[in-house]
């Protein structure tokens, strides 16, 4: 039995399957994997998520219990539970992608959605059973007194529901995202707003990863529910018991993604980004094509950054990673397909025979990713809201001479923004001008401000943030 457990939706590792059968493991994608690959495998930690594919279901279920560990797998201690295809999907892509995501990241066309009606409470339902089944697998899994990690929207109900099943637990549940104002969070039927918000204060300790998110929760919890709210002393109490609401920014490990970034297979990739670039400044942007992540708005405001700025043609190169994401929803589809019509306008008004001023690479590639933060002379983050966001604090590690062009919707501008180049992100005209401000910035107050984005970044490693939250456990 485990003493600290920590449940997400996507874990640490993903596989695909061959035609013949044969599985094939890999690094998982995402943020919050970014951030806790290295913690899941350390000490007595047991992390348990979902199979997400075919190939995540056919191994969960030819290891032992679904524990890949114990099927020989280095994945540290690791339990993937192989939820109902279409549990999974009710549950993963109509509730907690279409509808959870869109509300705290504030995404909805109001006039046209949402739709709450029969099929969203089908969905719903879906989502309780997901829910309840991480709560069942954490109860099976959990050692007498034990401590619980539960991580992000996916798994908003999982904490009351472990509660009822293991009143001895110490349980804990973080929000990787931002959390919306009560004025947009009840746009959910209240009945729903209310299970969510008295699922997560069915934990011990609810975590956000910045003081604005945090607020934004809580006064949801006063206003929707009712809650008593001691912002002194950082408590809501409800249904009769308290819940502590803490702070928690997460930062990148710098020594171990040093590491990683300097193995063959990145240097193999620098150097074949350094033949297509050439001796030209590097404006980097590393992003899913994901709805917040605004990467249309930024490619306009690099073309207008050039419309502007001639004397910067044959000069500067653009290299847009945006890798596709949730392709199982149209919205995302027509959003993936509109990043690359604006990038083909840019290609067709300003590329010459020698030059191209802009290189967008679609397919997710980790170690690529890495080389192009070490090449990057400005790294562009500018979403339209985002509950952290790690690109912004790994490029500046990588990077000896980054300038950080960085979204003031992001939460890590709230640590970040004193010595980045900060912008409205729906200002295209604004985006542009510091994109050539952070291009013509001199040498000296780059190192400065680089040095200054690394204190920050690295100020709270996932291993210490993780520490923080099980330390508000005890």
């Given at each position: 039995?485990?003493?600290?457990?920590?449940?997400?939706?996507r874990?640490?590792?993903?596989?695909?399957?061959?035609?013949?059968?044969?599985l094939?493991?890999?690094?998982?994608?995402?943020?919050?994997?970014?951030?806790?690959?290295?913690?899941?495998?350390?000490?007595d930690?047991?992390?348990?998520?979902?199979?997400?594919?075919?190939?995540?279901?056919?191994?969960?279920?030819?290891?032992?219990?679904?524990?890949?560990?114990h099927?020989?797998?280095?994945t540290g201690?690791?339990?993937m539970?192989?939820?109902?295809?279409s549990?999974?999907?009710?549950?993963y892509?109509?509730?907690?992608?279409?509808?959870?995501?869109?509300?705290?990241?504030?995404?909805?066309?109001?006039?046209?959605?949402?739709?709450?009606?029969?099929r969203?409470?089908?969905?719903w339902e879906?989502?309780?059973?997901y829910?309840?089944?991480?709560?069942?697998?954490?109860?099976?899994?959990?050692?007498?007194?034990?401590?619980?990690?539960?991580?992000?929207?996916?798994l908003?109900?999982?904490?009351?529901?472990?509660?009822?099943?293991?009143?001895?637990?110490?349980?804990?549940?973080?929000?990787?995202?931002?959390w919306?104002?009560?004025?947009?969070?009840s746009?959910?039927?209240?009945?729903?707003?209310?299970?969510?918000?008295?699922?997560?204060?069915?934990?011990?300790?609810a975590?956000?990863?910045?003081?604005?998110?945090?607020?934004?929760?809580?006064?949801?919890?006063?206003?929707?529910?009712?809650?008593?709210?001691?912002?002194?002393?950082?408590?809501?109490?409800?249904a009769?018991?308290?819940?502590?609401?803490?702070?928690h920014?997460?930062?990148?490990?710098?020594?171990?993604?040093?590491?990683?970034?300097?193995?063959?297979?990145?240097?193999?990739h620098?150097?074949?980004?350094?033949?297509?670039?050439?001796?030209?400044?590097?404006i980097?942007r590393?992003?899913?094509?994901?709805?917040?992540?605004?990467?249309?708005?930024?490619?306009?405001?690099?073309?207008e950054?050039?419309?502007?700025?001639?004397?910067?043609h044959?000069?500067?190169?653009?290299?847009?990673?945006?890798?596709?994401?949730?392709?199982?929803?149209p919205?995302?589809?027509?959003?993936?397909?509109?990043?690359?019509r604006?990038?083909?306008?840019?290609?067709?008004?300003?590329?010459t025979?020698?030059?191209?001023?802009?290189?967008?690479?679609?397919?997710?590639?980790?170690?690529?990713?890495?080389?192009?933060?070490r090449?990057?002379?400005?790294?562009?983050?500018?979403?339209?809201?985002?509950?952290?966001?790690l690109?912004?604090?790994?490029?500046?590690?990588?990077?000896?001479?980054?300038?950080?062009?960085?979204?003031?919707?992001?939460?890590?501008?709230?640590?970040?923004?004193?010595?980045?180049?900060?912008?409205?992100?729906?200002?295209?005209?604004?985006?542009a001008?510091?994109?050539?401000?952070?291009?013509?910035?001199?040498?000296?107050?780059?190192?400065?401000?680089?040095?200054?984005?690394?204190?920050?970044?690295t100020?709270?490693?996932?291993?210490?943030?993780?520490?923080?939250?099980l330390d508000?456990?005890?």
């Amino acid at each position: 039995m485990n003493s600290v457990l920590l449940a997400s939706n996507r874990g640490p590792v993903s596989f695909t399957v061959s035609d013949d059968g044969v599985l094939t493991m890999r690094r998982g994608g995402g943020g919050l994997v970014s951030g806790l690959s290295g913690v899941g495998r350390e000490g007595d930690v047991l992390w348990v998520c979902a199979a997400l594919s075919d190939g995540d279901r056919s191994a969960a279920r030819q290891a032992p219990g679904g524990r890949l560990d114990h099927a020989g797998y280095e994945t540290g201690a690791l339990r993937m539970l192989d939820i109902a295809s279409s549990t999974f999907h009710r549950a993963y892509n109509s509730v907690a992608n279409s509808t959870l995501w869109f509300v705290n990241h504030l995404l909805y066309d109001i006039p046209n959605a949402p739709h709450f009606g029969t099929r969203f409470r089908r969905d719903w339902e879906s989502y309780r059973d997901y829910n309840g089944a991480f709560a069942l697998a954490l109860a099976e899994e959990a050692g007498h007194g034990a401590r619980v990690m539960v991580q992000d929207y996916h798994l908003t109900l999982t904490p009351a529901m472990l509660r009822a099943e293991r009143p001895d637990l110490r349980v804990a549940h973080f929000s990787h995202t931002p959390w919306a104002p009560p004025e947009y969070f009840s746009l959910l039927p209240d009945d729903v707003a209310g299970e969510v918000l008295g699922g997560i204060l069915g934990a011990d300790h609810a975590g956000f990863l910045t003081r604005r998110w945090a607020e934004a929760f809580m006064e949801c919890c006063r206003t929707v529910l009712g809650a008593e709210v001691d912002r002194r002393a950082g408590t809501v109490s409800y249904a009769g018991r308290a819940t502590r609401i803490g702070v928690h920014a997460l930062g990148v490990d710098g020594e171990a993604l040093w590491a990683r970034a300097g193995e063959p297979d990145v240097e193999s990739h620098m150097a074949a980004i350094r033949e297509q670039v050439g001796d030209r400044k590097l404006i980097v942007r590393i992003d899913r094509t994901e709805l917040s992540k605004n990467i249309v708005r930024g490619l306009l405001s690099y073309k207008e950054f050039l419309d502007a700025h001639p004397e910067w043609h044959g000069r500067v190169v653009h290299l847009a990673f945006a890798y596709p994401s949730r392709h199982d929803l149209p919205e995302y589809r027509e959003y993936t397909a509109a990043v690359q019509r604006c990038a083909q306008e840019i290609e067709d008004e300003y590329a010459t025979e020698d030059w191209d001023p802009l290189i967008l690479n679609v397919n997710d590639d980790y170690p690529r990713s890495l080389a192009a933060y070490r090449l990057a002379d400005v790294l562009l983050v500018n979403p339209i809201r985002d509950g952290m966001n790690l690109v912004a604090k790994e490029g500046p590690v990588l990077s000896r001479t980054c300038a950080l062009v960085l979204s003031r919707e992001a939460g890590a501008c709230a640590e970040l923004g004193a010595h980045a180049l900060v912008v409205n992100p729906y200002d295209i005209t604004g985006t542009a001008d510091a994109l050539h401000a952070a291009l013509v910035m001199p040498e000296p107050e780059r190192v400065h401000r680089r040095a200054r984005l690394v204190a920050a970044a690295t100020a709270l490693p996932p291993h210490r943030w993780l520490a923080a939250q099980l330390d508000a456990l005890t």
